[in-house]
């Protein structure tokens, strides 16, 4: 079995956002599933998606101290056209990926206890976001 939707995130500011919430909530089709997969695939490039900690908030804020370090706004970039914000948004949407994908077992998402899927937004003003999702598995009897 196979199903494909496309959610739109509304516009957050530049870190880390727990979306996993949201994910379950767009797939009801979740629940008939007893064995398969979600695939999660952000449609842009300055922004990803990750899987970390749910539990302790400094954890997303190091990460994003981490990305800022690796790919600081004033380097010297070539790509400048968009705001210092645009190509350091670029690298880290490489570094971190397009997509995540998640087991699913008896009807739900098969995540660590401390997992979360999170939105990560690269931008300092970005817009809307397109995520697409989608399941693959047996369904249940």
């Known amino acids: 079995m196979w199903h494909q939707k496309q959610i739109i995130i509304t516009a957050k500011d530049r ?35 990750t899987i970390n900690e749910n539990a302790d908030p400094d954890v997303l804020l190091d990460m994003e101290a981490s990305l800022n370090h690796i790919a600081p706004e004033n380097f010297p970039y070539v790509h400048t056209c968009e705001g210092p914000d645009d190509m350091p948004a670029h690298v880290k949407s490489s570094l971190m990926g397009a997509s995540v994908t998640v087991p699913i077992k008896s009807g739900k998402l098969v995540l660590g206890t ?25 369904p249940s009897m």
């Open 15 to 49: 870190g880390f956002h727990l979306i996993t919430h949201l994910v379950i909530e767009s797939l009801p089709e979740l629940q008939n599933i007893e064995t398969g997969l979600l695939h999660a695939f952000i449609m842009h490039t300055s922004a990803s998606l």
């Open 114 to 138: 401390w997992q979360g899927i999170y939105l990560c937004e690269h931008r300092n003003h970005a817009g809307p976001r397109r995520i697409t999702l989608t399941i693959n598995g047996e």
